[in-house]
């Protein structure tokens, strides 16, 4: 089953959290400065958040459906599903000056208080366009 959907507000960032989103276009894994290590080692394949790559992640555990790497890959798919698509996964960490700019084009608050709506706007269209 898929996890609730949340609206994407600086809130539910906690470094305790990793959250997976998605605009149609990639998939987000965001991570937490605080994350575990199992979740680590269970997703990333490694043992601290300084070892994590962008597009990096565990080979996927089929031999343990109900696993964390196996609920993490069933929640990809259904994703990839329901987009009738692959999209690639970008994992951005807390803290991280690279990560936290692109986090920031997706939280709802940051697009209603500045300029950066429309530049927001813009890059969905043209991402659209690339699309078609």
């Not at 990639?26 to 994350?35: E, H, M, T």
């Amino acid at each position: 089953a898929m996890p609730p959907v949340l609206d994407l507000c600086r809130d539910i960032f906690t470094p305790e959290a990793a959250l997976l989103f998605e605009d149609g276009f990639q998939v987000v894994l965001w991570l937490g400065a605080s994350i575990s290590s199992e979740f680590l080692r269970n997703i990333c394949d490694v043992q601290t958040d300084s070892e994590v790559k962008s597009f990096q992640l565990a080979p996927e555990n089929t031999e343990n459906p109900k696993s964390l790497n196996g609920r993490f890959y069933a929640i990809l798919k259904e994703i990839f599903k329901q987009r009738k698509r692959e999209m690639c996964v970008e994992i951005l960490v807390q803290g991280d000056p690279r990560s936290e700019s692109t986090f920031r084009d997706f939280i709802l608050e940051e697009k209603v208080q500045t300029r950066q709506y429309y530049d927001y706007l813009s890059k969905i269209h043209n991402a659209v366009r690339e699309q078609l």
